[in-house]
């Protein structure tokens, strides 16, 4: 069974460093997501990309995070400078459409430690 | 933002038993999904109900959604140890865009 593949699984970073996540949706999924989840609640999401198109960034924190989907394949997520407050698991997931009904599957996940 | 809030948020159950969680919402919406989730991993597809369908099943799992409501519940019929997860509802308003709510966690003692 087709999956998200996302990577790093782990991620330990000083204050202020820089770091990327990395996602490749399952082939054919026309939209793409990251969410954020903090431990204990449900996840946010920061983006959701339709090909390569940004379709909505209303919670991405744009001074500090970036995400692109170049060729409409796979995408990378950027924190800089990271905060004590990104503490989190970033989350990656993919659907054939954007149209209502679709299911939205996710990969396992990117855990982030700001220290 | 969130939507769905989940009730009981923690749920402690024998295995064998019956676990049933609901979910609540606000707005109106093009379906609802729920979704099982394992400590420290990603979020696994359960079940997704459309806002005209009643109720769906799926293997153990059942399903029911009161649009009048805006509730929604998740019945795990005899469960098992490996049932032991956060589980969680999510509405689509119809974008593909999903708002969680805060999660279920259910375990299940063997």
């Known amino acids: 069974e087709a999956e998200v593949a996302q990577s790093p699984r782990y991620k330990i970073t000083e204050k202020s460093q820089a770091v990327a996540f990395w996602c490749d949706p399952i082939?054919?999924?026309?939209?793409l997501y990251w969410y954020r989840q903090i431990l204990g609640q449900g996840p946010e999401l920061l983006v959701q990309f339709q090909d390569e198109s940004v379709v909505d960034d209303s919670q991405l924190p744009k001074d500090r995070f970036s995400a692109e989907r170049l060729k409409g394949v796979d995408s990378t997520l950027k924190i800089q400078p990271a905060e004590l407050g990104d503490s989190a698991m970033y989350l990656c997931?993919?659907?054939?459409?954007?149209?209502?009904?679709?299911?939205?599957?996710f990969g396992e996940g990117s855990w982030l430690t700001v220290v | 933002s969130q939507q769905g809030e989940e009730d009981p948020q923690a749920l402690s159950i024998q295995e064998g038993e019956n676990a049933t969680m609901n979910c609540s919402y606000k707005?109106?919406?093009?379906?609802l999904q729920w979704y099982r989730q394992n400590s420290g991993r990603g979020l696994v597809h359960l079940i997704l109900i459309r806002s005209n369908e009643r109720e769906k099943h799926s293997g153990r799992l059942r399903v029911t959604l009161d649009t009048s409501k805006k509730s929604s519940s998740l019945l795990i019929t005899a469960s098992r140890a490996a049932d032991t997860a956060s589980y969680f509802c999510?509405?689509?308003?119809?974008?593909?865009?999903?708002?969680f709510g805060k999660g279920n966690q259910v375990v299940v003692i063997p």
């Open positions: 707005t109106s919406i093009n379906n």
């Open positions: 999510a509405t689509d308003e119809g974008n593909n865009r999903l708002a």
């Open positions: 997931a993919s659907s054939r459409a954007s149209s209502g009904g679709n299911t939205i599957y």
């Open positions: 082939s054919g999924h026309a939209t």
